[in-house]
């Protein structure tokens, strides 16, 4: 017995010592993509709503042991022991707030007319629709009609009152670790309908929201979880980012002008995409090409509030003459761009007079410059 007590001292000390270690890991290795506290920098933010890979236990476990293919985050299965993988894992989930793991259900209309929305009932039914939802807030295609089911891990560190402010067109119930703490009925009488204060301890709740409701463009239920007295809010509706995830831009048939912030450039160059795949960059403060580029493309980093602080970057060669360009002027001042077929033209005040500054491919691995 007294040996099964030191063994169970030692393991439970191992549990509360895990995100510890993790940390240590973080900051030797992990916080030169993520940033110190986790915010995102070359790589994503580790502790916002939206986790592409899955923000489960299991997921976060999985993205560390393997990592991202066509990304730098590499597999540490092979760098670091089970033990310390795991570690940094809950480490990276004792820094959560928020809802997290959400799965989304749809449900045929007919299963729930009439009767009062319970895990229970939907337990009853088999969705005919379950989807995780990466950004861990809820929303619901404005096609469908018939019962929703949101099943999600809710993480406080703030401790205090929390509760509900929602706004809700049809039905609407949540249970909290198996408790009804908010109910709406929009057909009912007020005094029926409930909104609990829950007083939360820094932890990890289990969340339960069933809503029916009728097509709809624009929000099924929108608002918030609310701790007015610490300023803390998660928000329960979002919208779907699958467009906002990274991609490339590539050269077509004809000219393309996209403006990006590209490291060491000046932040509003004109990139000119050429159908060669040449890429020039036109500074539009002095009238002059900075950089260019063949066999090139740009990738783009995702708009995503909090995910990356990096910039978008070019993938291609550097064309050594490129910062060909005509007499750099005194003055210039920038007034417009337009493309014609495979060509930019850039219209700009030169040293006072207005001129139009094309930009053409030349050959398959060069372009031209010229202004008239």
């Known amino acids: ?49 939206y986790w592409q890979h899955g923000s489960s236990p ?59 929305l319970t895990p229970a009932l939907f337990n009853s039914t088999e969705s005919s629709q379950q989807t995780p939802i990466p950004e861990n807030t809820l929303w619901i295609d404005s096609s469908f009609e018939g019962g929703v089911r949101m099943q999600a891990k809710l993480y406080v560190k703030t401790p ?10 049809g039905r609407l119930a949540i249970y909290l670790d198996g408790e009804e703490v908010y109910y709406f009925d929009p057909a009912a009488a007020k005094d029926k309908n409930i909104s609990k204060t829950l007083n939360l301890k820094p932890g990890t709740y289990s969340i339960d929201l069933l809503h029916e409701s009728k097509k709809r463009h624009g929000w099924r239920v929108s608002g918030s979880l609310v701790n007015q007295q610490a300023g803390v809010s998660f928000r329960v509706h979002g919208s779907s980012l699958a467009g906002s995830i990274p991609k490339e831009i590539h050269a077509g048939p004809n000219a393309k002008v996209i403006r990006k912030w590209i490291r060491n ?91 139009a500054i094309t930009i053409a491919p030349q050959g398959s691995q060069s372009f031209s410059i010229t202004s008239k």
Not at 160 to 169: A, M, R
Request: charged residues 20%; hydrophobic residues 35%; glycine residues 8%.
């Open 1 to 49: 017995m007294f040996k099964n007590i030191i063994l169970a001292t030692i393991f439970t000390s191992m549990i509360h010592a895990a995100p510890e270690r993790g940390e240590v890991i973080y900051k030797q290795m992990c916080f030169t993509c993520h940033g110190p506290n986790l915010e995102g920098g070359i790589g994503p933010s580790l502790k916002d709503d």
């Open 58 to 116: 299991q997921a976060i476990l999985d993205t560390i042991k393997n990592g991202v293919h066509g990304t730098e985050m590499i597999g540490y299965k092979d760098v670091y022991s089970p033990h310390d993988v795991t570690a940094l894992r809950d480490f990276i989930l004792s820094q959560q707030a928020g809802f997290r793991d959400l799965v989304r259900s749809y449900y045929s209309k007919n299963r729930f007319l009439g009767k009062r």
């Open 160 to 169: 205090g009152d929390y509760q509900f402010k929602l706004k809700s067109h």
């Open 265 to 355: 450039m000046p932040p509003r160059s004109l990139l000119c995409l050429l159908p060669n795949k040449v890429i020039v960059s036109f500074n539009p403060e002095n009238g002059t090409v900075t950089h260019a580029w063949h066999g090139a493309h740009v990738n783009q980093t995702p708009s995503l509030p909090d995910r990356s602080a990096s910039p978008s970057e070019i993938k291609g060669s550097p064309i050594d003459d490129s910062t060909k360009s005509l007499a750099t002027p005194k003055t210039f001042d920038f007034i417009s761009y337009k493309t014609q077929g495979d060509k930019v033209v850039i219209h700009g005040r030169v040293d006072g007079e207005i001129r």
